[in-house]
């Protein structure tokens, strides 16, 4: 089972940028799925959760009105699309997925997680 994230990469203040994660090895359509991010010395922290079918989202403050969380269970894939991105957002940006359907916040509910894709964003 494997969480693949991508999408990653250098961007200044404002701009924009996709995060993918593909799952392989085993469909996640039953799961919650959910970003979080994480910088060197710090604890992980949630950026934003979807539940098993796409209807209900989750996000954290700081994200919230930026970032936006969908799914396509067809190709079973995740996708955080940042916008207006600030400074603060550089992290390594982690995909996971839950093992309850519902979006969560609760870092200790999510059983799979994928190996991060680095954000920096410049000012």
């Known amino acids: 089972v494997q969480l693949q994230a991508s999408g990653g990469g250098l961007v200044q203040a404002g701009d924009s940028l996709r995060l993918s994660c593909a799952a392989s090895?085993?469909?996640?359509?039953?799961?919650?799925m959910g970003w979080f991010r994480q910088t060197p010395g710090k604890e992980r922290e949630f950026v934003a959760g979807i539940s098993w079918s796409g209807g209900s989202t989750l996000y954290a403050d700081s994200v919230k009105g930026r970032f936006t969380i969908s799914r396509d269970n067809a190709k079973n894939t995740v996708y955080l699309q940042m916008n207006s991105l600030k400074p603060e957002d550089t992290a390594v940006y982690y995909c996971?997925?839950?093992?309850?359907?519902?979006?969560?916040?609760?870092?200790?509910?999510?059983?799979?997680w994928g190996q991060g894709t680095l954000v920096t964003v410049s000012s």
């Open positions: 996971a997925a839950a093992r309850v359907v519902t979006p969560t916040a609760d870092i200790d509910r999510y059983t799979y």
């Open positions: 090895g085993r469909r996640f359509t039953g799961n919650g």
